[in-house]
């Protein structure tokens, strides 16, 4: 069906011209102005034609034409008005071949209850700065048919995402995603491939779904002890835990039931840990 001419900076910026877009700062718009940039994403994510790939934040639509000849839909949700009443119109252009495999969704991707259509198997997106660790983590909680998926991020955060237990970068985000998916580093990507040029670096990552732990306790009162434990990083569990336990005494019995040290701290922990302390209070 042939290969649709992917967009470059003059095209991305005369698009932004004509439709009256400004880059929002508060939205963490930062537009992919490379083509080699978005053919990598689509080679490294390993999207099939049995896919329904997942795209939050298109924006012009950069990494939408990339995808749309290797997977059998795009769904697309975008925030911004004028940048999702643009998108099919430039498939439509660019790549009139692949016009039906795209979907548009006009919706915010950290609130959306459930995709439209056919279930998506793969996340691929540039998630904005701001949201990135949010929004992995909703579409991982609320749409269980996502099994993978490839997302480029501030490297900062992509760091954190990946981080293993004792770690500097280990913290919340590390354990929230380490309960849905077991994800990695997929290559650093520099800043000058974006319109505006950010003040940062980017990152990859891969992540691949897995079971989460086996525990008595719901994910909410998972996340509660981890939120707890990260709320005082330098403090051993026996005191960071003391106000969600009830008392510093109360804290230590539950560490103890768990079958963790109360003098430990949570960055050395792992999400099983976790769940083992959610479960323990409940007994």
């Not at 643009?86 to 950290?110: F, H, I, K, N, S």
């Not at 459930?114 to 949201?131: C, F, K």
């Not at 590390?174 to 000058?192: D, E, H, I, Q």
């Amino acid at each position: 069906m042939g290969t649709p001419r992917l967009l470059g900076p003059a095209d991305i910026r005369a698009m932004a011209g004509r439709l009256g877009v400004r880059p929002a700062k508060r939205l963490g718009q930062n537009f992919v102005i490379d083509p080699g940039t978005v053919r990598r994403i689509v080679r490294l994510a390993g999207v099939s034609a049995d896919d329904v790939v997942l795209e939050v934040g298109p924006g012009f639509g950069s990494l939408t034409l990339a995808l749309l000849p290797h997977a059998r839909k795009v769904v697309a949700v975008e925030v911004d008005r004028a940048l999702a009443g643009a998108l099919a119109d430039t498939v439509a252009a660019a790549a009139p071949q692949y016009a039906g495999r795209l979907v548009v969704v006009r919706a915010d991707a950290a609130r959306i209850v459930a995709i439209p259509g056919e279930r998506p198997t793969v996340l691929v997106a540039n998630l904005p700065y701001n949201v990135a660790v949010p929004v992995v983590l909703h579409l991982l909680a609320t749409t269980p048919s996502l099994g993978r998926g490839l997302v480029m991020v501030q490297a900062e955060v992509a760091d954190r995402m990946c981080a293993p237990p004792g770690s500097p970068a280990y913290g919340v985000p590390s354990v929230k995603l380490a309960w849905f998916a077991a994800a990695r580093r997929a290559g650093p990507v520099p800043r000058t491939v974006f319109w505006p040029v950010p003040g940062v670096d980017s990152g990859l990552v891969a992540f691949t779904r897995r079971d989460p732990p086996k525990t008595t306790a719901s994910r909410d009162e998972v996340f509660a002890v981890v939120d707890a434990a990260f709320a005082q990083r330098r403090k051993t569990l026996r005191a960071a835990l003391a106000a969600w336990a009830g008392s510093r005494g109360e804290a230590e019995s539950v560490l103890r039931r768990a079958g963790i040290d109360p003098g430990a701290r949570g960055e050395t922990l792992g999400v099983a840990d976790f769940a083992r302390m959610a479960a323990a209070r409940n007994t």
